[in-house]
């Protein structure tokens, strides 16, 4: 078994203590974050890497409540942007040791920029120099981001619907029960992956979303790259529409994420579209049609407006299962640090 599925397999329970420590004994850091959000004039949400993707979801909570909020990669935002005034920065990093994440630092201190931590490392340089630090309580994984970028959306998820006022019982408990159910869950889908013909050694791939879900598909792109070590691409689904399509051919890998709510005919319509032009998709959402894609993950029923948090799983479990059948290691990295500490050059 490789490190990278061990990583996947004890996921749930990893975000089961994180979700327990954020409303328990952490309650009343996320509290005081959600007030320092709220008492500022703007938001701005950043990260790299995996966290920039978890912050996508973080954002998505924000706007879809009429609270907008500036969503920057850490390296631009670093390097060329400048921060507004009585602002506050939600910076997500699971190491708090990023070269981009530590410069950062002294830029928000001149700007007088409230910084709001959300990491997985108390004694890094970004949560001792936040004004509040949300701790992820959860075990690193061994190399790529699994449970790091789930918890990254979880808390930061935590701390937007606190600021936002929606943070209550109904939805940790719906939350904490999801994630009790999911070990069963995750064996059900290793079994049709095992038996799926979705998988090609070198197809192009395309991952597709709308709203929180966006995030993995962002961030399962990156596990082509990481753990795969095989080039994709992540789109909106309605970007997509808008040109990129002209590629498609016969034999094209799609992975195509359904809103809980909305515009799920529509996508439903596209799925098959693509399938009668000879693609092979993948479908992830809740309640899909039987049939309805080559490769379908049903997920068990959460907040649709939480879905991202689970949604990015399976697609965790297909880029594990195509490292093994690249032939290459998902274990380790072959050019890329585990903490980048420099900006030149390809890093290692």
């Known amino acids: 078994m490789t490190e990278l599925l061990k990583d996947i397999l004890r996921e749930p329970e990893e975000l089961a203590k994180s979700l327990a420590y954020t409303v328990g004994p952490g309650r009343a850091a996320l509290q005081e974050a959600a007030q320092i959000v709220n008492a500022a004039d703007l938001i701005y949400i950043t990260g790299i890497g995996s966290s920039w993707h978890a912050g996508m979801a973080v954002l998505w909570l924000f706007q879809a409540r009429g609270r907008p909020a500036v969503f920057v990669d850490a390296s631009e935002l670093l390097h060329f942007g400048a921060l507004a005034p009585n602002a506050a920065l939600i910076l997500l990093s699971r190491s708090g040791k990023s070269v981009e994440v530590v410069g950062l630092i002294e830029k928000v201190k001149r700007a007088g920029t409230k910084l709001i931590a959300v990491t997985n490392t108390p004694e890094s340089p970004l949560a001792q120099s936040a004004d509040v630090t949300l701790r992820l309580e959860a075990a690193f994984d061994h190399n790529v981001s699994i449970t790091m970028y789930s918890a990254l959306t979880l808390v930061g998820g935590l701390l937007a619907c606190a600021a936002l006022g929606e943070l209550d019982a109904g939805l940790t408990g719906a939350l904490g029960m999801t994630l009790m159910d999911m070990p069963e869950v995750i064996a059900e889908w ?19 979303a709308r709203g929180g879900s966006l995030a993995s598909a962002h961030e399962a792109r990156l596990l082509w790259e990481e753990a795969a070590k095989a080039p994709a691409s992540a789109l909106t689904t309605g970007g997509f529409r808008h040109g990129p399509q002209e590629m498609l051919e016969p034999g094209t890998r799609i992975g195509l994420w359904l809103d809980a709510q909305r515009l799920r005919a529509q996508d439903l319509a ?19 049609p039987t049939g309805a894609g080559d490769l379908t993950f049903q997920l068990p029923f959460l907040p ?20 093994r059948l690249r032939g290459v290691d998902c274990d380790s990295f072959r050019l890329c640090p585990y903490i980048v500490d420099s900006e030149g050059g390809l890093g290692h």
Do not use: C, H, N
């Open 190 to 208: 290793q079994s049709q992956i095992a038996e799926s013909d979705w998988f090609a050694s070198d197809a192009p791939t395309y991952f597709l």
């Open 270 to 288: 596209l799925a098959a579209d693509l399938r009668a032009a000879g693609a092979k998709v993948m479908l992830i959402g809740q309640e899909l």
């Open 304 to 323: 649709a407006a939480w879905q991202f948090l689970l949604d990015i799983v399976p697609a965790q479990l297909a880029a594990e299962r195509l490292a």
